[in-house]
């Protein structure tokens, strides 16, 4: 399993270091966490890696499209490993889950404007928003 996000760094011409890998395994196995629970997931394998390097290697593999930072309004921002197909999210109002949504359209932008205003469109960042199943079943129960 390493060797695998051992080649995703390679292939965005990154190197690899341990506090990378930990990151990007947190991130394989949990969608949409925050910057704390990464930090947290890092340390249960890395308990010496600090705050900061956690934050630099956010910013680092963000930046290399390895990952992708959301942070729907309200909310603070979350991470997640799944990139490039063009995906949405749904967020809950109640309790904040998130969870993904295709891609309408199979393809960026996904949405076509009626007027685009004369700019090249090449994405649209849909947030859907309404209640989570969990918070649903919870209001029906009361
Ligand atoms: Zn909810
Ligand atoms: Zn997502």
Excluded: K
């Amino acid at each position: 399993m390493a060797s695998d996000l051992e080649a995703q760094l390679r292939s965005v011409s990154l190197r690899v270091t341990r506090p990378r890998l930990a990151v990007l395994a947190a991130l394989r196995d949990h969608a949409h966490i925050d910057t704390d629970t990464v930090i947290a997931l890092v340390r249960a394998e890395l308990p010496r890696v600090s705050h900061q390097a956690v934050y630099d290697v956010l910013r680092a593999l963000t930046s290399a499209g390895l990952v992708r930072r959301i942070e729907p309004a309200g909310t603070t921002a979350r991470y997640e490993s799944r990139v490039g197909d063009n995906h949405h999210h749904v967020v809950c109002r109640s309790c904040g889950a998130i969870a993904d949504i295709d891609c309408t359209v199979g393809h960026a932008p996904c949405l076509t404007p009626s007027n685009d205003q004369g700019f090249l469109v090449d994405e649209a960042e849909v947030v859907f928003w309404g209640t989570c199943p969990d918070c649903a079943n919870r209001r029906d129960a009361q």
